[in-house]
């Protein structure tokens, strides 16, 4: 698993909000992970994670976040599911680029209305799967193919005996 300052490192961003590495640390990010971006107009960040929840996924955390590659180096994307305390309001991590820089900066989690130029990454992988509660079509679908996976695994057992 990297640290941190190494996935800041592999994105080669041009500024990098120092409170950051202070009041974040990296998780472990499975190898199955799928990612979405969600736009909502003016939702608070409560609203945005429930209804990423409600489609069957989770907001990115911030090593999600770092480890997403398919940045456009321009759009905001928030990830609401890493938040910490820096200079007592919570504080969520984001991706902010223009057409000459690329930042990780933090803004307020507690905004009553994200902009709806900003967009909110989300994460799926087999682990979010098991703890969803949706019963979203996509959901249903990888539910499926995970009985499939586990079927197939029980013929093969059963086909060494």
């Not at 919570?90 to 223009?98: A, D, E, H, Q």
């Amino acid at each position: 698993m990297k640290i941190l300052s190494q996935l800041i490192k592999d994105k080669k961003f041009d500024w990098v909000n120092t409170d950051i590495e202070k009041n974040f640390t990296a998780t472990e990010v499975a190898k199955d992970t799928k990612y979405k971006l969600f736009s909502f107009e003016e939702n608070s960040s409560e609203d945005a994670i429930a209804e990423m929840k409600k489609d069957g996924w989770e907001p990115a955390n911030i090593s999600q976040l770092l480890s997403w590659s398919d940045w456009n180096d321009t759009d905001w994307v928030v990830a609401l599911g890493s938040v910490a305390e820096v200079d007592g309001y919570r504080s969520v991590p984001f991706l902010f680029g223009t057409d000459s820089e690329r930042e990780l900066d933090l803004r307020w989690f507690g905004n009553d209305c994200w902009s709806s130029y900003c967009r909110f990454l989300a994460a799926r992988n087999s682990q979010t799967l098991e703890t969803s509660e949706s019963g979203t079509l996509d959901t249903l679908t990888l539910r499926i193919e995970k009985l499939e996976k586990w079927q197939q695994k029980i013929i093969n057992a059963l086909d060494k005996e």
